[in-house]
């Protein structure tokens, strides 16, 4: 390992931007004459729109322009899509209904863009944007999806009977339920997975931009993925032609899913740049965010696990309904599905599975990635049906999931996935000592006598990351491949970019990326640039998401570096008057075979570039490379998370007294921002667990529309955390990575909630386990005495 | 509209602006200082932190016409430029205390109050009841506070704590 190499702690070349106020995130740029936006949203969860007067809003103090759905839609701009077509048992493709850019005819959620006000300033364009009058005809809502998929509930889409996006199932029905009918136990949980709002300090903003000169546009936008946000609007949207739009995605301000997506103010951002002739420019307030930004999560699930005599797991079934919101979005449909089902089987050898999916609209934000996607929700599933199962047969937690785990590899689970590497019993070992568990029976006695409820919490996770083979999810019925490019142009003096469709948020590509570059050239870190974020530069890529930058982007990057070593090493060989095939490169030199002949790095690429020393018609002049990387399965990062809480009777106060981490990530390129990435995760989760759940009331309110109501993770909600890994290489890719950037939030509410029910003594606790919720809980349970054990 | 004269980062500055202009939005509008950033519109994110007169202070929860004759002091100005990072801004760095970057500047002058009020040898738990006002969605925090105690501890002696000292 050299210093700045894979496997080194390097300090991140990006932060020196972000410590000193120069970063460059989009609400930073302004363009020359730009206007301003402000969208006039529906206080209405479910209306028909009966008209819009601007009238009187228009004669306000510099207002440009004020545009309805109705102009939206005789300029032909679609709505929003759903990269990801699910089909429900029957085989029928799911329901997916309208999503206009701005609504046109009826609003659906609250929120719901009605009308776009555009003034010279942010405040003429609020101040006049509250005298649009729009006359609702207000519908009864439904936001419960219980209550939706039932007959005579409000309908949402016409298309959708019942308010039913599809019924998926998966695995196989009849082998799960044989296992039920021999079982010796059965455990059944009914669980609801709370909705969150994923909140990225950074809120969504836009600027789009029209050259009449050229005809092209550019929208400048706070993305996760600027290339599908230019192929959804060129190619969907039919705002501007692909080959005349350039998106830029600057720093971005972290992301956790929500900016994956193409909502309706970049499209109209985009769209009435060229209708006013000005820059166009919109950021939201939170409020907005906390409205209109894609929740995660929200499903309501009954989960049943079947064991033999033995304490074998012989079968798990799961029945879930989950709530989509009012609208499609863009991988809305596969995360309750393809991201929640496959991953049932967890760490455990599972005989037989079955899961079903009951999908509804309901008049709430629409519903989609968030963090973990899909994988969170699965993880909690399966780790507390673990849990319960072992208190319930008076099992250590621990022994149980051991005497269950996978331990040979490669594993074929019954719901898709062939698990290719691992070692849980490992990974569980080392948190075992670490987290002192042989010490928790006395640690509890102590906590006892000071008043207070221990417990200690397991999550034995799994993830399916590194997303994805392209034919495997295109089977699945995905619109899109999910391989990674890369280009690698050396310049003359041997310094390189590296442009990667992979678009860093906060992971620190800017650093990872550059160690791979120069330990595989043996050049310094300082010479390594990587470009990301702007269409103009980078080709195509798919984007940063589902923990897939290491193994997938870092992939193609070592493929495009394949290549440029043998384009080198023919430059070398010419250089050197040897043959190709002697040429051997190694620490930035290129040398020949049993010889002290060698040239440097250096040389090699400026005499690609001078080409004097060699037929430019025999060999082209010039050293850049690209390359696609279509990975050949999922990675499967998994580990072993433990929680201990001391919970205070007195006033249903969780506090988190210890958190200790091993995780299973594959090679690690840098170990001090994996970490960073685990910290970061484990705190996603502890807020979904212990304080954050987005609220609607029964008329389609949202009541936690602000970081008033909706409670955030504050450091004080979290200990210092142990967080440290074991590896198993992935033989999926090149690198052996599987990745880390969501593995946090899919372990850790499964671990809190299994240590607060252990501290507690009662199952019966929803998430997030607020103080309130806590406390009366143990009211409920009647125990509320701490007992010295 | 109003003008309003004030110091920023040691230069002074005369502006013009709508009475409801907020300082945020006078630092970032109007003085093009865009590394203090808006987060939130409740004062709960604390992406906005600026010292005025060495205190912390979300820019977004004043207006600019208070801050009538007063010194503030942004990202921007916590390090002498061409001169090397302030060590508050060092020990972010040095511990791996930000990801996105977006939460960070807030993080970094609210830290360097902390130290004034708090001294320089300064307990975790301290740290945390002490960022009460700055939400990170990033790292979970336990780099940040690793970062606020090493970044404390550094500032002994600087001119940075010696002035705010005072």
Redesign the interface.
């Given at each position: 390992m050299t210093a700045t190499g894979i496997g080194a702690a390097v300090?991140?070349k990006?932060?020196?931007?972000?410590?000193?106020?120069?970063?460059?995130?989009t609400?930073?740029i302004n363009r020359p004459g730009q206007a301003y936006a402000y969208f006039v949203r529906s206080p209405h969860a479910h209306a028909t729109i009966k008209s819009v007067d601007a009238k009187a809003a228009s004669k306000m103090p510099g207002v440009v322009a004020i545009f309805t759905g109705a102009e939206v839609a005789a300029d032909k701009i679609s709505g929003h899509i759903c990269g990801w077509t699910v089909h429900s048992k029957d085989g029928s493709p799911m329901k997916a209904g309208p999503h206009p850019a701005l609504a046109h005819g009826k609003v659906r959620y609250v929120g719901d863009e009605v009308a776009v006000v555009i003034a010279d300033s942010y405040?003429q364009a609020k101040d006049a944007a509250e005298k649009v009058v729009v006359n609702y005809g207000v519908l009864p809502a439904v936001v419960d999806p219980k209550a939706a998929a039932k007959p005579g509930a409000p309908q949402l889409h016409d298309i959708a009977p019942n308010n039913t996006v599809f019924n998926w199932h998966l695995g196989d029905k009849a082998a799960t339920d044989a296992a039920f009918a021999s079982a010796a136990h059965v455990t059944k949980l009914d669980l609801v997975n709370n909705r969150v709002v994923p909140?990225?300090?950074?809120?969504r903003a836009a600027i789009g931009e029209y050259d009449s000169g050229t005809d092209s546009f550019t929208l400048y936008t706070t993305s996760q993925n600027p290339h599908a946000a230019r192929l959804v609007l060129s190619a969907f949207a039919g705002v501007a032609p692909e080959n005349k739009l350039r998106v830029i995605a600057p720093?971005?301000?972290?992301g956790?899913g929500s900016k994956i997506f193409i909502y309706a103010e970049e499209t109209v951002c985009l769209w009435a740049a060229k209708k006013v002739g000005r820059p166009l420019k919109w950021t939201a307030?939170?409020?907005e965010s906390f409205l209109v930004d894609a929740h995660g999560r929200d499903h309501v699930t009954h989960a049943e696990l079947a064991l033999d005599a033995s304490g074998k797991i012989t079968g798990l079934r799961v029945h879930t309904i989950a709530n989509l919101g009012a609208y499609p979005s863009l991988f809305w449909s596969s995360v309750p599905t393809y991201l929640y089902g496959p991953l049932m089987s967890g760490q455990y050898d599972i005989p037989s599975i079955y899961v079903e999916v009951d999908a509804v609209y309901t008049n709430t934000a629409p519903v989609d990635a968030v963090r973990g996607a899909g994988r969170p929700e699965a993880t909690f599933v399966v780790e507390r049906l673990v849990e319960l199962a072992a208190r319930e047969t008076g099992r250590d937690p621990a022994a149980f999931r051991r005497a269950n785990f996978i331990t040979t590899f490669p594993h074929q689970t019954p719901v898709l996935f062939c698990y290719d590497a691992g070692d849980y019993g490992a990974s569980l070992d080392k948190a075992l000592a670490l987290a002192d568990y042989k010490g928790f029976a006395k640690r509890k006695r102590e906590s006892a006598h000071h008043g207070k409820l221990r417990g200690i919490g397991f999550s034995t996770y799994i993830e399916a990351c590194g997303l994805a083979p392209s034919q495997a999810v295109g089977s699945l019925g995905a619109g899109v491949g999910l391989w990674e490019s890369a280009e690698v142009r050396v310049n003359p003096t041997g310094s390189v970019e590296v442009l990667t469709g992979s678009n860093t948020?906060?992971?620190?590509h800017e650093t990872t990326f550059a160690q791979l570059v120069s330990q595989r050239l043996g050049i310094p870190i300082e010479t390594v640039s990587i470009v990301h974020g702007d269409t103009d530069k980078v080709q195509f890529g798919m984007g940063t998401y589902g923990s897939r930058s290491g193994a997938v982007g870092m992939s193609a990057i070592v493929k495009a570096l394949d290549k440029i070593e043998a384009k080198a090493k023919k430059v070398a060989a010419h250089l050197l008057e040897a043959a190709e095939g002697d040429i051997e490169f190694k620490d930035g030199k290129f040398g020949v075979a049993g010889t002290d002949k060698s040239v440097a790095w250096g040389d090699v690429t400026l005499n690609a570039y001078i080409a004097h020393k060699f037929s430019g018609q025999e060999l082209e002049p010039g050293l850049k490379e690209g390359a696609f990387w279509d990975p050949t399965n999922f990675t499967f990062p998994a580990g072993c998370h433990i929680c201990e809480v001391e919970v205070d009777p007195e006033t249903g106060n969780t506090e988190i007294v210890a958190w200790t981490a091993v995780d299973d990530f594959g090679v690690v390129v840098n170990p001090?921002?994996v970490?960073?990435?685990?910290?970061?995760?484990?705190?996603?989760g502890v807020g979904q667990a212990l304080c954050e759940r987005a609220v609607y009331d029964k008329d389609g309110e949202l009541v936690t529309g602000?970081?008033?109501d909706y409670c955030?993770p504050?450091?004080?909600h979290?200990p210092?955390?142990k967080v440290e890994t074991t590896v198993t290489k992935c033989p999926s890719n090149p690198l052996g990575i599987k990745g880390c950037g969501e593995a946090?939030a899919i372990a850790a509410p499964a671990a809190v909630i299994n240590a607060v029910t252990d501290a507690i003594g009662t199952e019966a606790i929803a998430m997030p386990a607020t103080p309130a919720a806590v406390w009366a809980a143990l009211k409920k349970s009647g125990r509320s005495v701490p007992h010295a054990a | 509209m109003a003008a309003v004269s004030l110091t920023v980062n040691g230069k002074p500055v005369t502006a013009d602006v709508d009475p409801r202009t907020l300082l945020v939005q006078l630092l970032r509008e109007n003085l093009r200082l865009t590394g203090t950033h808006v987060g939130c519109d409740t004062s709960q994110c604390g992406a906005c932190v600026v010292l005025v007169g060495g205190k912390a202070v979300k820019s977004c929860t004043v207006l600019a016409l208070q801050l009538e004759g007063a010194d503030v002091l942004t990202i921007e100005g916590l390090a002498a430029p061409d001169g090397p990072l302030h060590p508050m801004q060092e020990a972010f760095r040095e511990n791996h205390g930000l990801q996105c970057g977006y939460c960070t500047p807030g993080m970094i002058m609210t830290a360097v109050d902390i130290v004034r009020r708090k001294g320089h040898e300064l307990e975790d738990r301290t740290i945390r009841e002490e960022l009460e006002g700055n939400i990170c969605r990033c790292t979970g925090y336990h780099n940040i506070v690793k970062a606020i105690a090493a970044g404390a501890r550094a500032m002994r002696g600087t001119a940075t704590a010696t002035k705010a000292a005072e």
């Open positions: 300090r991140r990006e932060d020196h931007r972000f410590i000193t106020g120069k970063g460059h995130f609400d930073d405040a909140s990225a300090i950074e809120p720093d971005i301000g972290g956790f307030e939170r409020s948020h906060g992971q620190g001090m921002i970490e960073g990435q685990v910290h970061g995760g484990i705190a996603h602000s970081l008033m955030m504050r450091a004080d979290l210092a955390l946090g | -």
